[in-house]
C-alpha cells in the first residue's frame, strides 16, 4: 500500500462504501473515515480487507494519511452535516486542498460553499452521483461542478470510476463525467437529472395502470409489453428493470410488485426541480406533475376512503389490444421526449441567471451510461446539441420534432381512453399540453393580460406595436391613466 492515500471519503453508507471500492479497483489508495469508528473497522475488515483502503481514527489522521493537494470526498447526508464536517476539516487543512460534496446536495448550498471555500484558500466540488449502488461500485455517471481549479486533481480519479460508453463511431471508450461548470453547476445537472428520473418513473407507472385497469393485462403480460419496449426507442434502465420487477415472484409465487402498498416516498430532488422551474419561469410541467403524483399516493387513506364514496366511470375495453400498446408505447415515448425537452430549457435558464457555461451534449453523454435515467435518445440529445449549439428546445431538432408529431395519434387516443375510464395519467397528459402549448402559435393569455389590466392595471402590449412597448386602459371609465409597474417573475 503507498505510504499516503490518494484520496479520503467520508461516509461509509452504502454509496460511500462502494465508492471506495470502485476507486481501490481502478488502481488508487483510498482513506476512509466515519464519525462512527466501529464502521470504519467493520469496512476495513470486511469488504475492504486486503484492499488498499485505510481506516482514519480522527479528522488529523484522515488529512494526514492524504498526499497533496489534498483531496477529501464527502458522502454524507445533505444540508447541515456537510455544513458541519467542512468545519470540521477546514482548520486540518492547506491552501490548494480540496473538499468534494458528492451527496444530493441542493445547488444553492453548492453555490456558497464555493465560494465560501474559496475565500479560505481552498478549492470545492460539488458533484452529482448518480447510479445507485450497483453504479457507486461498478461505474456511476457523475457530474462535477464547483471551483475549476480543482477539476485536474479530480479529475483522473472521477473519470476512472466513472461508466464508460463508446463515442460516436463506436470504437473509442468515453468516461460518463467531464467538468460541468461553476459554484453549483454540477448538483443543479444531477438535479434536472432527478427531476427527469422522476418523469420517467411516473409516465412508467401510468402505462402500467392503463395496462392493468383499461386492458386487464396480467403481471406476465405486462412484463413481456416492457421486455418488448425494452428493444425499440425505449431501451432504457428504467424500462429494464420494470421489465424485471413483474418478472420477480414472492415466496408464495405471486408477483412481488401486487402486493406493495402504493405510497411513493421522495426525498426531495424532485421537489427542488420543480421550485427552481418556477423561479427561473420555466414550464416544467411534467416533472411537477410527478412529483405531485407522489405526493398522491402518500394520500392513502384518504383515497381508499373517497373510493368507497365518489365512483368513476365503468366502461369495459373493447379495442384492439395490440394497436392500444403500440400507442401506448408512442405516447411513452414522445413524452419523455418532453420531459427531456423541458429539463434542457431549465439548465439553459440557469446557465444565464448563474453565468454558467454548460456543455449540453456533453451532459446527454454523461447521463448515457451509469446513471438511473441512462437511455438509448440520450445519443440522439447530443447529436442535436452538436448540429446546433443554440438549439433552444429539444422540440426544435428534427429527430425529436418528428418522432413526437408522429406519434401524437396514438398519444391522443391514449389519452381519451384515460379519460374515459377514469384513470389519472398526470404526467402522460401534461407532456401533451405541453405538446400542444408549445405548438400553438396564439395562447389566450391576450385575455389573461386584459383581465390583469382591468383589475390591477399590470398593462398589456398589442400585436399592432412593437414589442417592449405597454398600454394601459381605463376599463370601466372609473380608472385612472396610472399603470401599474411592469414586471416578470
Request: proline share 3%; aromatic share 8%; hydrophobic share 40%.
Amino acid at each position: 500500500m503507498k505510504e499516503q492515500s490518494d484520496i479520503g471519503l467520508v461516509g461509509l453508507a452504502v454509496m460511500g462504501e462502494n465508492l471506495i471500492l470502485n476507486m481501490e479497483s481502478k488502481g488508487f489508495t483510498v482513506t476512509a473515515y466515519n464519525r462512527s469508528h466501529e464502521k470504519v473497522d467493520r469496512f476495513v475488515n470486511g469488504r475492504a480487507s486486503g484492499k488498499n483502503i485505510r481506516g482514519a481514527v480522527s479528522i488529523q489522521d484522515l488529512v494526514d494519511s492524504l498526499v497533496r493537494p489534498r483531496k477529501i470526498m464527502l458522502m454524507v447526508k445533505a444540508g447541515q452535516p456537510v455544513d458541519d464536517f467542512i468545519e470540521q476539516l477546514i482548520p486540518f487543512l492547506e491552501n490548494g486542498d480540496i473538499i468534494i460534496d458528492g451527496g444530493n446536495t441542493h445547488f444553492p448550498d453548492s453555490n456558497r460553499r464555493t465560494a465560501y471555500l474559496e475565500s479560505k484558500g481552498l478549492l470545492y466540488v460539488g458533484t452529482g452521483v448518480s447510479g445507485g449502488e450497483e453504479g457507486a461500485l461498478k461505474g456511476p455517471s457523475i457530474m462535477p461542478g464547483g471551483s475549476k481549479d480543482a477539476w485536474p486533481a479530480v479529475r483522473p480519479i472521477f473519470q476512472a470510476i466513472a461508466a464508460k460508453v463508446a463515442d460516436d463511431n463506436g470504437d473509442v471508450v468515453v468516461p460518463c463525467c467531464d467538468w460541468v461548470g461553476d459554484a453549483g453547476a454540477g448538483h443543479f445537472v444531477k438535479m434536472v437529472h432527478n427531476g427527469i428520473e422522476y418523469g420517467d418513473m411516473q409516465l412508467i407507472c401510468e402505462a402500467y395502470q392503463l395496462m392493468k385497469t383499461v386492458l386487464h393485462l396480467t403481471s406476465d403480460e405486462i412484463q413481456q409489453v416492457f421486455a418488448q419496449w425494452n428493444d425499440t426507442e425505449l431501451n432504457s434502465y428504467l424500462i429494464e428493470i420494470t421489465r424485471d420487477i413483474f418478472a420477480f415472484r414472492d415466496e408464495e409465487g405471486e408477483p412481488l410488485v401486487e402486493k406493495i402498498l402504493d405510497t411513493a416516498g421522495q426525498k426531495g430532488t424532485g421537489k427542488w426541480t420543480g421550485v427552481a422551474a418556477l423561479d427561473l419561469g420555466v414550464p416544467l410541467t411534467l416533472i411537477a406533475e410527478a412529483v405531485f403524483a407522489r405526493c398522491i399516493s402518500a394520500q392513502k387513506e384518504q383515497r381508499v376512503e373517497a373510493a368507497q364514496h365518489i365512483s368513476g366511470p365503468e366502461l369495459e375495453f373493447t379495442g384492439d389490444k395490440t394497436a392500444f400498446i403500440e400507442d401506448l408505447r408512442q405516447a411513452l415515448l414522445a413524452s419523455k421526449i418532453v420531459s427531456y425537452a423541458q429539463g434542457y430549457v431549465l439548465m439553459q435558464e440557469a446557465a444565464k441567471e448563474y453565468d454558467w457555461e454548460l456543455n449540453y451534449g456533453g451532459i446527454a453523454l454523461m447521463w448515457r451510461g451509469g446513471c438511473i435515467i441512462r437511455s438509448a435518445f440520450l445519443g440522439k440529445i447530443k447529436e442535436a446539441y452538436d448540429d446546433n449549439a443554440e438549439l433552444s428546445n429539444l422540440l426544435g431538432a428534427p429527430y425529436f420534432r418528428d418522432t413526437v408529431v408522429g406519434a401524437q395519434s396514438g398519444w391522443r387516443r391514449v389519452m381519451g381512453a384515460a379519460i374515459n375510464h377514469g384513470i389519472p395519467v398526470p404526467c402522460l397528459s401534461a407532456a401533451l399540453n405541453y405538446f400542444d402549448g408549445f405548438r400553438t402559435a396564439r395562447l389566450p393569455a391576450n385575455l389573461l393580460q386584459a383581465q390583469r389590466d382591468y383589475f390591477g392595471a399590470h398593462t398589456y402590449e398589442r400585436l399592432d406595436q412593437p414589442r417592449g412597448e405597454f398600454f394601459h386602459t381605463n376599463w370601466t371609465g372609473r380608472g385612472g391613466d396610472t399603470a401599474s409597474t411592469t414586471y416578470d417573475v
